[in-house]
Structure formats: C-alpha cells, structure tokens
C-alpha cells in the first residue's frame, strides 16, 4: 500500500500555525494546489514537504486538485515570504495574501483556462489533420493549427537563457547628491546588458510616474510599471516576463518586491528615507527599504540607495560598515532664511508673508510656488490675491510638493518652516532636514524659508546636522541605536524599546507569545497588533 504524503500548505489566511494536507503525490515546495480550510476553498502553496503530522491521519484532508495551470512560487519567493512573516511578526499567511491577492489568482486561473482551451483546440485539428481532406480543408486546418499554436506559445514563454554568471554584489550603496537618475540609468544599462532584471523602487505612484518616462526614453520596450493603478491582467503579464526573462526593468511601488523575481541582478530604492516606504495597514507592515536590501540577498542582487538627505538609519549603517557611501554631484546650497521673529519685530512682516519674500517674488523672472504649513488655504489664497495682483502664485502642501515636477519654478518659497517640526515625534529634525532637501534638489531657482526657528541647526549649513542628530540619538536610546516595536493589544497601544543585541530575536518571539494570549484570553474578539520597525 503506498505511503500517503504529507505537505503543509500556506492558505491566504493569518493563521498561526501551517495547515497539514494528504496529497496522492509528491510534490515540490513552491507548488500551487486547491485545498478546503474551515469550508471554504483557496488556492494554496506547497511549504514544506514530506511532513510528520502531529494529529491523526484520519482528521487530516485530502488537496482538492493540484493546480497544473499556475506557475509555481519560486524558492526565492519562499524564502523572501519567510523573512517578511518572522522579521515583521506576522503569519506567513498574510504575506502570501499580500504577494498573491484573490484579483491576482483570479487573472491566473482565468489565463490557464485559456490556454487549456487552446491546447483542446489544438488537439482537435491535430486529430482532423490525420484524416483525408480536399486541398483547401486541409489547408484550412493547418492554418487554424498554426494560429493556435502561435497563441499557446505565446502564453508559455520560455525562459531566456542566461548571458553571463552574476557578479559578486557587494554591500549595499547609499547614494546621496544631484545626478542620481543618471547613475541609476548607467546602473541599469550594465545590469540589463548581461541579461539580469531590475526593479526601482519609489514610495509613492505619482513619483514612479515621473521616473517612468525617464527609464521607458532610455529602455524602450524594457519597461514595466507596477502599481495599484494597473490591472490584474497586466500585473500577471509582467509576473510572466519576470519569471521567464532576463533584461527586464520594472519601475514601481513596494508591492513590486512580491513579483516572482529571476535573475534579479539591481535593486534601486530612490528616497530611500521617505516614510512611505512603509507597509501600516495591512500586515505584513514591513519597511519597502529594508525588505529591498534582504530581497537583493536573497538572489545576489546589488542593492542602490538613493535620496537627498539620506535617513539616519542608513547613514549609520554606513558608519558601522554594513553599507558603503557614493556621493554625485554638488550638495544644493540651502538657499535664504528668513527670520519671521525677527521680521515682526521690525514690521516686516505683512500677515504670514515677510516683506523679504514678497520682493523676492515679485522680481522673480517666472512661475512662483508657495509651501504652506499651518496656513489656512482660503486665507492664504486672499492674502497672496492682494499682495500680488497681477502674478499667478501656485500654493501647494508639502505632500503636493513632494509629488510634483518643482524645476520648472523661478522661485520656491516655505511659508512656515515651523510646521515641520511636530511636537511628540523625536523624528521631527530628521523629517525637516530630509523635506527641505527634498525641495532644494528639485528647484533651479531662488529657493527661499521663513521660520521663527532661524538659529536651529536644520537651517544651517555648515553645521554636521546628521551627526549631530546621531549623537542625540545615541545620548537618549533612540533608534539607529535600539530597535521600537509598537503594540496595539485591543486598543492599548504602547511602544517598546529594545536594545541592538542577540536577544532581539527572542524578545520579539514573547512580545509575539503575549499578542497571542491576549487574542485567545478575548476569545478572538479583540485583535493585537505589532508593528517591528528594525534596522537591517
């Protein structure tokens, strides 16, 4: 009598525990099979193989089908998928369903449908062309054939072959200074020219849209951009050329780490420092950055960080070894401070606009934009309609102005420096100095901040702020220097520090352990959160 097999399967769902089935077969770790769990079906991945379970066989069930159709999760997806769930103390579950979302599985089984009724169809005139036909049937036929077989070997792409062996990756670059996209496109041109894939990391659609026309000038045809904003059909098309082709670029948001990446050979993280790189809500809340650098492990892949102002995070790991620092171009100048204390002390100040700014604008030769802070828009507008009668003033937010193309302006102006300076956040000078970068970079012309705070070391020049910040940072217990996990337990949010040591690992396992006794003490009534924002 053969031996049954056993397999643990990873179903879509956050289970803290791998569900156990019986197959009639062997099979690979990676493998899509159909399985029953709690009454319902899914679409599941083979984990682990060969398993002993801990229950009776006769409670364990059987997989409905295996999935011939859908093309297997790869190691390295395994492994990836593994990291998320235990570095961010989540079920492997809910990376699955972040990696593979019911839409995305739907557009898969929809396409292997296709191509079963291709291949039946194709079976089909194979067998009418064995018979006798007149000339103009069978020629009918082989054409049908033909055609039919263009499709399915459209559909089944094979994979290119390999033109080179992978280089050896090195640490990962922090890349900081001007010129950084022309870097980038040198970057891309060696890797795609051996054969390897890439992938570009933006935090936001808006700014991945404003590389797109820059990478699809330069590599035309070699382009693929993933967002929220593409459909299911065109996302599983991209999956396919990743998973089967070398000398591909793929510029997009973080859910573009979960395509089945091969040959994976640069990874690009531009703004590496902005905050929407990361995950929140849903888990896995993972940080788009760090999971970047470990994905670049994974497959041997050179890892590029770039942005203005780097985050202290990178930066330390820059002094402690683990990355290496590249500086392009000139630093921007930091541009005119104007001291709003100061300026109301002499009435230079005409409501929330210096007398200073206002001449500035009105010589500039061009477009002017205006950064708000805790001005209201309706009063600004009106204020700025009587100042300047007869110019067209543009007032956007600071999340407007980080989503924009800011070089076509004469002169940029930061109306309140102050609001980004929120109380309670020990980030706040880290964030102003970033932001400001961010705004200096993009603009060619007069770039000109008005805040009370005119001594603080944010507006300063000369002065070392990052390793002033550092030295803060260590002098308190802030992170680069400890690891903060914030937990929700029913709505009592707290948030913990830990120290930088081996012991990390096996905090994190309790604080996990802990989550799990108040959900099972509530009955499962009241759901715990953990939100892991280490370093790697």
Not at 344 to 372: D, T
Not at 386 to 394: G, H, T
Not at 437 to 462: N, W, Y
Not at 499 to 514: F, G, I, N, V
Request: some cysteine.
């Amino acid at each position: 009598m053969k031996e049954p097999c056993y397999i643990q399967v990873i179903v879509p769902l956050r289970l803290e525990w791998t569900p156990t089935y019986r197959s009639p077969e062997p099979l690979e770790p990676g493998t899509r099979v159909s399985v029953v769990f709690a009454r319902r079906s899914y679409v599941g991945v083979v984990w682990k193989t060969g398993v002993t379970p801990d229950i009776d066989g006769s409670r364990i069930q059987d997989i409905l089908r295996k999935e011939e159709g859908l093309s297997p999760v790869t190691p390295e997806e395994l492994k990836f998928w593994e990291f998320i769930s235990d570095y961010y103390l989540c079920t492997i579950g809910e990376v699955y369903k972040a990696a593979y979302p019911a839409g995305k599985i739907r557009s898969e089984q929809k396409a292997a449908n296709i191509l079963q009724r291709l291949k039946s169809r194709l079976a089909v005139r194979e067998e009418a062309l064995t018979k006798k036909h007149k000339d103009s049937v069978r020629e009918r036929l082989e054409g049908e054939k033909a055609a039919i077989a263009a499709q399915i070997e459209a559909l089944t792409k094979i994979p290119a072959a390999a033109k080179s062996a992978k280089p050896a990756p090195g640490k990962p670059t922090l890349l900081t200074g001007g010129g950084r996209t022309e870097v980038y496109l040198q970057l891309c041109r060696e890797t795609v020219a051996k054969g390897f894939n890439v992938l570009v990391l933006n935090p936001e659609i808006a700014a991945s849209e404003q590389l797109d026309g820059i990478f699809e000038d330069a590599f035309p045809g070699q382009v693929h951009c993933v967002s929220s904003h593409i459909t299911e059909t065109r996302r599983r098309s991209i999956a396919e050329d990743i998973r089967c082709f070398g000398g591909q670029i793929v510029t997009g948001t973080r859910s573009a780490l979960f395509l089945p990446w091969s040959r994976l050979g640069l990874i690009i993280v531009e703004n590496e420092q902005d905050i929407f790189l990361k995950q929140t809500e849903p888990a896995p809340r993972y940080n788009a950055r760090d999971a970047a650098v470990m994905l670049g492990r994974i497959h041997q892949a050179r890892v590029v960080l770039g942005a203005p102002s780097p985050s202290l995070e990178s930066l330390h790991n820059v002094l402690t070894g683990k990355y290496e620092l590249r500086q392009t171009g000139a630093v921007p100048p930091c541009g005119t401070i104007i001291d709003i204390s100061a300026e109301r002390r002499k009435n230079g100040m005409l409501g929330c606009i210096s007398r200073k700014l206002i001449e500035a604008a009105s010589k500039s030769a061009g477009p002017v934009a205006f950064i708000r802070g805790w001005e209201k828009p309706d009063e600004l507008t009106e204020e700025i309609s009587k100042l300047f009668p007869d110019r067209q003033i543009d007032i956007l937010t600071l999340q407007q102005a980080r989503l924009s193309d800011l070089r076509g302006y004469a002169l940029i102006a930061v109306l309140q420096a102050d609001a980004l300076f929120p109380e309670g956040d020990f980030r706040a000078d880290e964030r102003a100095v970033q932001a400001l970068a961010m705004l200096r970079e993009q603009c060619t012309g007069e770039f000109i901040v008005q805040t009370a705070k005119a001594d603080h070391p944010v507006f300063s020049s000369s002065e070392d702020i990052a390793g002033k910040l550092l030295e803060e940072r260590r002098a308190f217990g802030l992170p680069p220097y400890t690891r903060l996990i914030d937990t929700d337990f029913g709505g009592h949010k707290e948030r913990l520090t830990f120290p930088c040591d081996s012991t990390l690992s096996t905090r994190k396992k309790q604080l996990r352990a802990r989550a799990l006794a108040f959900e099972k003490k509530t009955g499962g009534k009241a759901r715990a959160t953990i939100d892991v924002d280490p370093i790697l």
